[in-house]
């Protein structure tokens, strides 16, 4: 028998293994995925490392915890309660400028109001309208 190149057989099934449930349980975590497939939590952690090495697998910090997915299959970012209620302000009563949203929001700091608006703007969700200095939003 000649030199093992590569994942053994066993290997090679284990990895099919934890491809079928990462596809089956999307945004699982490493403990969880060891108790589906009844294995060591350190098996699974290598084996899920490896596997994101390789980019067969996603994985996405959730606070302290991390989530697994297989590259498509992921769960939309959450959006920020935040983002949305300035995304609102501005279809109620755009165009508006920075300071009136700065003003509706006033606990919030100036540098967020401005960040908030300009992921709105990223994302194609508002438009920025400048003359000379002023800057107005409204909704697309």
């Keep these: 028998m000649g030199p093992c ?3 053994s057989r066993v290997s090679k099934e284990f990895r099919v293994e934890v491809l079928r449930a990462l596809k089956a349980h999307p945004g699982v975590g490493v403990r969880e995925l060891a108790r589906l497939l009844d294995r060591p939590t350190m098996t699974v952690s290598l084996e899920l ?5 390789e980019g067969a697998v996603l994985v996405r910090r959730r606070g302290a915890a991390k989530a697994h997915y297989l590259p ?4 939309p970012e959450p ?3 935040q983002l949305v209620a300035v995304l609102d302000f501005v ?3 755009g ?3 920075q300071r009136d949203v700065k003003a509706a929001f006033a606990t919030v700091p100036r540098s967020t109001v401005a960040h908030r608006l300009e992921r709105l703007v990223a994302a194609g969700l508002i438009r920025e309208r400048r003359q000379g200095r002023a800057v107005s939003y409204e909704a697309r």
């Design 5 to 7: 190149l590569g994942l």
């Design 79 to 81: 959006v920020p309660a």
């Design 72 to 75: 498509g299959h992921e769960e």
């Design 91 to 93: 279809r109620r009563h």
């Design 95 to 97: 165009p508006v400028a």
């Design 49 to 53: 490392r490896q596997l994101a090495s």
